[in-house]
């Protein structure tokens, strides 16, 4: 079992965390696992789960595009910008559809968004959202995001609408409820939540935690997650480049999946006319 390594691709059910979703996975393969891109507890949907090396890999996938179906309700506040946490206010006005999706240009492309005070962000090395259920305040600066497309589907009550989203990795979709409904003179929290897409991984790839019992046919190859030009090495190069050495190459600058004979080993970058790998996965 020690040398497995690649990728399932979970659907997680709404309810459990992200990491007691990675702990079924790692007790039904026996390898350690980690997962890409938390979800809360109150989300569903696409979570890629890596097995044994195949984490390493994880900070080339950051930037993949991500799509999201969420429902925010409307006229209401919590302390987590979702329907979990704890009532601040409610009665705020209602919005319409219509200046809803009028509202929806300003918060595509890259935006300013401060993070949730409920959320995984560090603060003084501690998780902000352990300091925020200890009632401590919690001030996170505001980041640059990514949103490539914001669009609204339809009213699903008096006060929820569900809209589409697709937006770059570190961005908060219930931080988008709550600036939303600021923009538009109200309050907004998110309601639900479901990613659809984390780059290569879908709905449609993915498998529920009950599919486990047949997780290696469902197992995704290390190299099948990126959409990267191949280099293949055989020789001389292969053994240079195995102990950590660069090789001449006359290709472009960037990143590649690396071969050697054949054999998927990692992830290589080419610079300035030499090539290194820079992430060994297996071999």
Sequence with gaps: MGGISGFININKPAGISSAAAVSKVKRAVGVPCGHMGTLDPMASGVLPVALGNAARLFSYLLEKEKVYRAEFCFGVMTDTLDTTGTLLSEGGRIPSEEEIRAALPAFIGNIEQIPPAYSA???GGVRAYVLARKGRQVALKSKTVCVRSFSLEGRTGEATFRFLIGCGGGTYIRSLARDLGAALGTQAVMSSLVRERSGYFTLA???GLDGLSDWQSHLIPPDAVFDLPSL????????????GLSVPFSGRDGLYKLYFDDDFYGIAEAKDGRARAKAKICG
Excluded: L, Q, T
Aim: net charge negative; hydrophobic share 35%.
């Design 121 to 123: 962000k560090s603060v």
């Design 232 to 243: 293949d090495f055989d020789g001389e190069d292969a053994i240079r480049m195995k102990n």
């Design 205 to 207: 790839n993915s498998i």
